[in-house]
Structure formats: structure tokens, C-alpha cells
């Protein structure tokens, strides 16, 4: 094998459990019961301008994920107890958020989204999009702070794969969420494949919170 090959090897071992990890985070975080969810849902159960919708929340994500990695990386770049302490903040984080999801991994609950109403024109959709999406406080100490810290501990060649499994994470969602709505939507409104759902996503929560723990106190 030439030295090029070697070093596509190389790359892709070392980018594809950073993808994994971006994959799995994102992932864990935006599938939760929400008013972004259930509105994307509707609009899919309602086929009104899903691809519009669909399009604007996984790129308003993907934006704010590559502000919150650029940034962190450049504000932590030079502080590196900054960066060991925000690990540990992240990693407490996240096993917190994988209690509660154990947590309601116990209780039923559904997702359900009115198919009546009048219609909405695009742009009428595309704002209520994005009022769900950019006005609700979660999304900037989710996507930005902590996404962001934690892709800004990834060595600075790998960071983009980072933001690129992340990124992949909330466009599947989306994009099945929105025009898989008529085949999923029995399935969302079954408490139990949500309290199946809310396990997985605490089990993976409480592996990431490991792995960041480990990360931050590697010497």
C-alpha cells in the first residue's frame, strides 16, 4: 500500500469514531419530545411544505453547531484548565440528561400533532420553523455550549468530522421525522416505543459522559 493510501487509512480510523461521537450526541439531544418535533410532525402529517421545513431546521443546526465548535475551539484554544473544566461540566451534563431520559423511560408519554387547522403558507411555515428553532433557550446551551465544547476537544483536523456526523444527525432526524410522518406517526404516539427510546438515549448519554470524563482527565 502507497504512503497515500496509508494515510486515508489512517484518516478515516481516526474521523470515524469522532463522527460516531458527533452522530450519537446530536442524536441523543434532538430526539426528545418538543414543539420542534411535534411541528415538524405536523407539517409532515399535513405534506405542507415538509422539504422547506425540513431544510431549514436541519441547516439552522448545522450552523449553530459549527458556530459553537469554531467558536469554543477558538475561545479554549489557550486555556486548556478552561477546557478540562468545561469537559467535566459537559460530562455532568450528560449524565444528568441520560438520568431524566432514564427516567422517563419509566413513565409513558407520547408525541401527538393535530392534523386539523388551516394551512400555512411557506413563509408563514419557515417562521414558525424558526421561532421554534432560534427562540427556545435550549438550543444554545445544548447546540452551541455544549456541542460546541465538547467538538472544540477534538484535535483540530478531526473537529470537521465532529460537526459532520452532528450535522448528519439532526438532517436524518428531520428528514424522517418530517416525510416519514404518516408511517411514524402511530409509532410516536405509542408511550412505549418512547420509553424504549428514552433508554437508549440514556444508556448513550451515560457512555458519552464516560468517554468525555476520560478525556478531560487524560494527562
Do not use: K
Not at 9 to 16: E, F, K, M, P, R
Not at 18 to 29: E, P, T
Not at 153 to 175: D, E, M, N
Amino acid at each position: 500500500m502507497s504512503w497515500r493510501g496509508r494515510w486515508v487509512g489512517d484518516t478515516l480510523s481516526a474521523a470515524a469514531p469522532v463522527f460516531v461521537q458527533g452522530l450519537a450526541l446530536s442524536l441523543g439531544l434532538i430526539v426528545a419530545i418538543g414543539a420542534q418535533n411535534a411541528f415538524v410532525l405536523r407539517q409532515g402529517l399535513r405534506r405542507e411544505h415538509v422539504g422547506s421545513v425540513v431544510l431549514f431546521c436541519a441547516a439552522a443546526d448545522a450552523v449553530l453547531i459549527a458556530a459553537g465548535v469554531l467558536g469554543m475551539a477558538q475561545a479554549l484554544g489557550e486555556r486548556p484548565g478552561l477546557a478540562r473544566a468545561l469537559a467535566l461540566a459537559g460530562a455532568a451534563f450528560l449524565a444528568l440528561y441520560g438520568w431524566q431520559a432514564l427516567r422517563r423511560a419509566m413513565q409513558p408519554h407520547s408525541l401527538r400533532a393535530a392534523d386539523g387547522g388551516a394551512g400555512l403558507s411557506r413563509g408563514a411555515a419557515l417562521a414558525q420553523a424558526a421561532a421554534f428553532t432560534l427562540l427556545n433557550p435550549h438550543v444554545y446551551l445544548d447546540t452551541v455550549l455544549l456541542v460546541g465544547s465538547i467538538g472544540a476537544q477534538q484535535p483540530g483536523a478531526l473537529r470537521g468530522w465532529f460537526v459532520a456526523g452532528a450535522s448528519a444527525a439532526s438532517a436524518l432526524w428531520f428528514t424522517a421525522l418530517g416525510f416519514g410522518a404518516r408511517w411514524l406517526a402511530p409509532w410516536f404516539a405509542r408511550p412505549r416505543a418512547w420509553q424504549v427510546l428514552d433508554g437508549l438515549i440514556g444508556l448513550t448519554m451515560g457512555v458519552l459522559a464516560v468517554l468525555l470524563v476520560r478525556h478531560a482527565l487524560a494527562p
